[in-house]
């Protein structure tokens, strides 16, 4: 049973995601937060006709005086033999890409649900959320073999969003090629302004080198979620069965100092590491436990630092 489930809404097994449950889910994502009391009135996010920060090229032309010099078309002023000058248009929908991280711890869970489904569970969030706010959105994964989700504004955006995310985390995909070729692929998505939520497992993010979140964060607002189960975090101290790629039983003894430190350094201290780096690199990045409402990490999609999550 699970602790935190509104009875009003649909709810899958936990083991893997559904489609009327993500579906379920958009009015808890499309409950705006509250406006902050500022020294001049209240303060928080405001809708705005016009969507993004960055601009996005139009067409070239011949320069003329005034015209600024920084938007010079070198590549055509070489080729004419006339300067020409950039004109730029201004992003009228932006864009939130999710990247979902399919990494095969993902699927595992001792509360709830499993990571993978409370992974989905966020991306389903992010996505209402974002459509409501008039984003188009997109979602993708490390995959050689299958292209993203394009970007699509409104319902239509939002279900084809949800129907990936039902996919890729009900199973784990067999062409996994990892969390450095998916921001490869989003990469060729982002504009500048965009939002980018990334669902992914600390070891993931350990691949990634530090320079390339700086880089991404300078362009967009970069968001990490994820998801963890407490027996990872704080294991008893007892022996725990489970059962190895050959179906044989394997009794890891968590009473002992060596074993409790290894499995600390394999678990814990990676999503440690995370919180703390990615903070550094411009990253806004929370941990949600699989036994926490889905919608707490919400606040950090409206611009908060690290929300506080049950």
Known sequence: MNPHHDARLPAGDGIAPTLAELVALKPLAQRRPPARRGRHGPMGPAQSNQRGRGMEYAESR??????????IDWRLTARSGRTHTKLFQAERER?????????PSLYFGTRVRFKSVQAARAGALAAWAAVAEGDRVAILRGSQREPPVRPASGT???????????????????????????????????????????????HSLAQVPAARWTALAAHHAVMVVMPTDPLEQQPPRALLPFLGSGRQRIDVDLSAGRSRQAWQ?????PLQDALAQLPRRGVRACALPVDAPSESWLPLFHGAAQPQVA
């Open 156 to 202: 239509r955006g939002a279900l084809r969003v949800l129907d990936a995310l039902v996919r890729w985390y009900g199973l784990p995909p067999a062409d996994d090629a990892g969390l450095a070729v998916a921001l490869d692929h989003a990469g060729r998505l982002l504009r500048p302004g965009s939002r980018l939520l990334l669902l992914a497992e600390p």
């Open 62 to 71: 011949e320069y003329v005086a005034g015209d600024d010099v920084r938007h």
């Open 95 to 103: 864009l939130t890409l999710i990247v979902a991280d399919i990494a």
């Open 265 to 269: 350094q394999a678990f814990a201290q």
